[in-house]
Structure formats: structure tokens, C-alpha cells
């Protein structure tokens, strides 16, 4: 594994990320690491398909197949009217 060393850090955001590293009984750097992998998740994230965002969060989970034909069954269907609320 290398080594990273970063310099200039703000010190609000030195002082936020030992905080985070406290309250999850990390050391600085093990959360440092953590954060930088949840940054870059989230960047990955934002340039891919909403589609494929959505099928990230069920964590190798899928969908059933009635939930499937569900879903294909109400795209078969013609809009409907918004509740009347009166």
C-alpha cells in the first residue's frame, strides 16, 4: 500500500474530520480513508444512470418477479387524473 501526504489542510476540516474519526473510534488516518472512499463513490455515482444509482442502493439485493411485472404492468397503463383533494 503507498503512502499519501496531504498538505494545507483547512483547519475546520481537520478539525470536522477528527471529530467524525472520534464519534466512529477510527484513528485520522483509517478515517481520512473512508471519507476519501465515500467521496468517490459519490462522484462515480452522479456520472452514472439514475437506474443504475438506484440498483447500487439494494446491495446485490433484486427485485422479485412480481415486482417486476408490476412495474411493467403500470408502465401499460395510461395516466391517470391527479385525486381530487376537495
Partial sequence: MGDLL??????ELK???QEEAM???????DEAKIQIQKGIAIMKAAEGKAGDHLASL???GFFT???IQGVEASRAESDRSPPDLS
Avoid at 6 to 11: A, L, M, T, V, Y
Avoid at 23 to 29: A, C, D, F, M, P
Fill in 65 to 67: 418477479e412480481a415486482e
Fill in 58 to 60: 439494494l446491495e446485490g
Fill in 6 to 11: 496531504i498538505r494545507g489542510i483547512p483547519d
Fill in 15 to 17: 478539525r470536522r474530520l
Fill in 23 to 29: 464519534r466512529h473510534g477510527r484513528n485520522l488516518s
